[in-house]
C-alpha cells in the first residue's frame, strides 16, 4: 500500500521532530518540515501532499489558521490544526480554517494516526451542496431552486454565510460558502481570484495586477496576493 505523504508545519525544532518521528513510526511518509505558512505553501508547489499538519502558532506573516485557510483555498488538502491549549473558541478555530481535525499536543501516537485517517476518508468523501448539471446549476435561493447557466454568470462574491452570484442580468444570493460553490463550477470556465471572489474567465475585461476588470459591468475586483499566480497561470494557459 502506497504510504500517505503528509507535510509538517512547526516551527518549533523537538517538537516538529518528535512528530516527524510519530509520523514514519505509523507508517507515513513526511515529506518536509516547514516552520512557517509562507514556506508550507511553497512547499505544496512542489510536492503535493496527502494532508497537512499546521501548527495553530507558527512564525512568518500568515498565523495558523490564516495559512491552512490558504492550504484549503488552494489546494484543496485537507489539514489538521495542532495546538497545545484548547482554543477558546475550538469550533470557530476549526471552521475558520477549514481544518478537518484538531489535535492537542502532546498526544499519543494513535490519537494522532486516528484524526489523520479520518481527516483523509472525510476529504476524499463526496460533497456537493449546490446541484450541478450539464451547462447549469441549480441554486437554492427564496425557497426555491434557481436555474442559472454557466454564461450567465459574471463573478462570485463571498459575503460571510452567504454567497452572492452577480449574473449578466441580476444577481442570486444563497445560504452556502464560496468553497461550496466553487467545487460546482467546472474548473475550465471559472478561476478563484481572491478568498472571497471566483470570476467567469471569458467575462474578465482586462487585468492590471492587484486588480481585474469584469466585462459589462466593468466591476474592479482584488487580486489576492496567494492567487494571483494561480490566475494568471490560468491565463497564460489559454493562449
Known sequence: M??????IAEDIRN???????????????????????????KSIEEDVPDLVLMDLDLDGDLSGLEAASMVYDLYRLPVIILCSAIPVDLAHTVAASEACGLVMKPFRPETLHAAIEIAINKHLGPSKPITRHAGCLFVRADYRHNKIDYNEILYIEAMKDYVVIHLTNGTITTHTTIKGIETALPEDDFVRIHRSYIVRIDKI?????????????????????FYKKHLFNRINSLQ
Open 15 to 41: 517538537v516538529s521532530v518528535d512528530i516527524r518521528y510519530s509520523l514514519q513510526g505509523l507508517g507515513y511518509e513526511v515529506l518536509k518540515i516547514v516552520g512557517t505558512g509562507e514556506d508550507a505553501l
Open 205 to 225: 475585461h482586462s487585468i492590471k495586477y492587484p486588480e481585474l476588470i469584469i466585462e459589462g459591468k466593468l466591476k474592479v475586483l482584488p487580486i489576492g496576493g
Open 2 to 7: 502506497k504510504k500517505r505523504k503528509i507535510l
